[in-house]
């Protein structure tokens, strides 16, 4: 933490008061509690907050007064001492911690009006997203994709990320964590590429709060929510509830788009005893639809460029009572004892149900020949999922052969059930125009139905024990170690007729350990270099949650390992922190066509990457702040083949599709005066390939946004953004070598946020 004075105007009859200069203070503790000086500066800066009566030197009155200076002092943390809560179950900061570890804490959020969790992302250096509807929420990172990426819900994983971490509205989440790389020794199985956290508000004892919001902008949108935080109990509060609410809606940008949602979190934090708590925390999300888009017909330019067919921007190719909804309900009990020397237990029970509907045509060719758009995936699906769970930690610092150390250890038990109710028409629905505006509606199309026959019920079971330990070596070095290991149990019900390629039932059980182990060393007490090499295991292809028989056979799990170095320091004492980090991931045993036997699969397949990222957070002036981010990575297809018109064809060497070789953002605010300020924001992503061949690539992009903020009061903060500019029509994502999924054109919004 990091303290600074800046002398409000003076009086010309007033004496100068100065206070001793801030001198960094060594961080060998890692509290998040003040330093005995710094401690000494926050009481001063209490008390010269309030007018200061003292005898003038000069005056010949000695009972006379004046008011001397206001001194203002602010009080600055650095993002690199805040608790590495998404990276580690132990009590270290991201310093600490040997991994890329990134937080996007409320204040980043409401500073840079991030709307859902989608847009929270783009803080993480490298990382692309994109949430087509069938997709969800597809995350690009390190050169790996999809499932690749873990998405945990308040450390949680669902098993379902790719869909069940569809964007939701950031007002119910406090935080949102990220660490780089292989992680299945703290989340299970997936995680190649990283993890993502998205931590929900809950009660506290703090303080008594209440904030709400409101915005609308282009497209039709608004937004309203609020929440407050209340303790009750007298001086000590015994309890604490909290409340937040959000309700979206917008018109959306394409034809006949609308989309609307509410989201509900609720949270009771009770003190049984003086080292007893309990949370009950309820979170409820639900999300309408209408005619949903799903990309453009593409063609090619020049060079195997991909753009959207010009006369289809802004067209909606879905039928007219197309819809995506979905219902979840997330409710957690959480309970905290701490025993002092005996360490502290954690438990945490929950349980998740979510049920979420398709009903659309979904691909969209440009024939040339025709002069139209040949329309065809018509598909009705319905995914009932529900995961109950529960996981025990134990945590404590000690000693270990006289040396400082923590410990932390943990149980976690789940159940993971999903049936998905697939109504699929085959080939071509039909040809319609290019100025397309009501293209029918899906049950006039032949062998549809309004009912939902389930498919296959998937029930995956997990039993995962864990221990994590940071051993401390002298002043400079520290050890980190983590293992999981966990046993999977995957059984498979098939509702529909039996056949060799999909079994009436079938089972598999899978096992893995996987591990983190890195080194630390401190430079000096605000910056050091680590090194460390992590591992991870998961599915060889798709998702066990939803994966069929066909595509797991008797195949084990996919491995990947990581050896990462990297160094986090601060700088220009204390107005500055930035991170660096490369880096090199493979992934061995993914399934791959087997080119001997066309429609068979072999899990010999192997991916790779190698890349740098970096961040920085600079105040080079009190009034002015930067903070940016870059990844570059060179991801590859080492041994991989895929089957085209029944022919194996070998892809080795080739770049996954829709992952960019370079990532940028930029963030730039500047204060004017107490009241006003303005910012603006830059994201740049270079050029993807649309597909494993690599023969046709979308181009990259670069988006331009600004923002003006007044406070009007200290309680009150008016903010007027505009999106993308320079209205930049550019391909978010790549579907395939025929369509392509566009980003939002311009927008404008205003936003007032009130905390009282």
């Known amino acids: 933490m990091s303290i600074r004075l800046f002398p409000r105007a003076r009086r010309a009859s007033a004496c100068a008061c100065a206070l001793p200069p801030h001198a960094a203070a060594p961080r060998a503790a890692r509290t998040p509690s003040l330093r005995p000086h710094a401690l000494t500066l926050a009481v001063a800066s209490i008390l010269l907050h309030a007018p200061i009566a003292a005898v003038h030197a000069q005056t010949s009155d000695p009972d006379a007064a004046t008011t001397l200076d206001r001194i203002e002092v602010r009080a600055t943390r650095s993002t690199l001492d805040r608790t590495a809560t998404g990276a580690s179950r132990l009590d270290v900061s991201a310093l600490e911690t040997p991994a890329s570890v990134f937080r996007v804490d409320r204040d980043t959020l409401d500073a840079r009006s991030v709307r859902t969790t989608q847009e929270a992302l783009s803080a993480i250096p490298g990382l692309v997203v994109a949430s087509p509807p069938g997709h969800g929420n597809t995350v690009t990172w390190r050169g790996f994709s999809g499932a690749q990426i873990t998405q945990l819900f308040n450390g949680i994983d669902v098993k379902y990320a790719s869909i069940a ?35 929900t508000r809950v009660a506290d004892f703090d303080a008594d709060t209440s904030a709400a919001m409101a915005s609308a902008g282009s497209h039709g949108s608004r937004v309203f929510a609020g929440g407050f935080n209340r303790r009750t109990g007298g001086a000590v509060p015994a309890q604490a509830l909290r409340l937040d609410i959000a309700h979206s809606a ?406 996954p599709a829709n992952t960019p070789a370079r990532v940028g953002n930029l963030w730039v605010d500047y204060t004017l005066s107490p009241r006003w300020s303005i910012g603006t924001d830059l994201r740049a992503v270079a050029a993807r390939a649309a597909d494993t061949a690599n023969t046709r690539e979308t181009a990259g992009y670069a988006l331009w946004g600004a923002h003006l903020r007044w406070r009007p009061t200290d309680a009150l903060t008016m903010t007027l953004r505009g999106r993308n500019l320079a209205d930049r029509v550019y391909v978010q994502h790549a579907l395939g070598t025929q369509m392509v999924y566009l980003g939002e054109p311009r927008s404008v919004e205003l936003e007032l946020r009130g905390a009282f």
């Open 250 to 655: 917008r018109r959306g940008w394409v034809d006949a788009e609308r989309r609307e949602a509410l989201t509900v979190a609720a949270s009771l934090v009770s003190r049984l005893a003086p080292t007893l708590t309990h949370t009950l925390a309820i979170e409820y999300q639900h999300e309408d639809n209408a005619r949903v888009y799903w990309g453009s017909p593409a063609v090619e330019t020049g060079a195997g460029r991909l753009v959207a067919l010009p006369g289809s921007i802004g067209r909606n190719y879905n039928v007219g009572d197309g819809f995506y909804g979905q219902d979840v309900t997330w409710a957690r009990s959480l309970l905290e004892w701490d025993g002092g020397a005996r360490g502290q237990v954690r438990n945490t029970l929950y349980h998740y149900d979510a049920l979420r509907d398709y009903r659309n045509v979904e691909v969209y060719r440009w024939d040339a020949a025709r002069g139209g758009i040949a329309r065809s995936g018509a598909l009705q699906q319905r995914h009932d999922q529900q995961v109950t769970g529960n996981r025990t930690d134990w945590l404590r610092a000690g000693t270990l052969a006289g040396l400082p150390t923590q410990w932390a250890a943990g149980l976690e038990l789940s159940h993971n059930r999903q049936t998905r109710f697939p109504q699929s028409i085959g080939g071509e629905v039909d040809l319609v125009p290019v100025d397309a505006h009501a293209p029918g509606s899906f049950f006039d199309i032949p062998g549809t139905s309004p009912a939902h026959v389930p498919g296959a019920t998937n029930r995956l079971r997990t039993v995962a024990l864990s221990a994590e330990n940071l051993t401390r070596f002298g002043a400079h070095f520290a050890l980190m170690t983590g293992v999981r290991h966990e046993r999977l149990a995957l059984d498979v019900t098939n509702h529909r007729a039996a056949t060799a390629a999909s079994p009436a039932r079938w089972a598999r059980d899978y096992t893995s350990t996987t591990g983190r182990i890195g080194l630390t060393a401190a430079i000096r007490p605000d910056a050091n270099v680590y090194v460390q090499a992590s591992t991870a295991a998961d599915p060889p292809a798709g998702i066990l949650s939803t994966a069929g028989f066909s595509t797991l056979r008797d195949f084990d799990l996919s491995r990947g390992r990581q050896v990462e170095a990297g160094s986090k320091f601060d700088f220009a004492g204390g107005r500055g922190s930035a991170t660096l980090a490369a880096y090199r991931i493979v992934r061995d045993n993914l399934a791959i066509a087997d080119p001997a036997n066309p429609g068979q699969t072999l899990p010999v397949g192997r991916q790779s990457a190698r890349g740098v990222e970096a961040s920085l957070d600079v105040r080079p002036l009190d009034a002015l702040r930067l903070q940016a981010n870059v990844g570059w990575v060179d991801a590859r297809l080492d041994e991989f083949v895929e089957t085209v018109g029944g022919v194996p064809v070998s892809r080795a060497g080739n770049r």
């Open 165 to 199: 971490a569809r964007p939701v509205d950031t007002w119910i989440y406090e935080r949102v964590e990220a660490i780089g790389g292989p992680s299945s020794f703290l989340y299970g199985a997936g995680a190649v590429g990283g993890s993502i956290n998205y931590v």
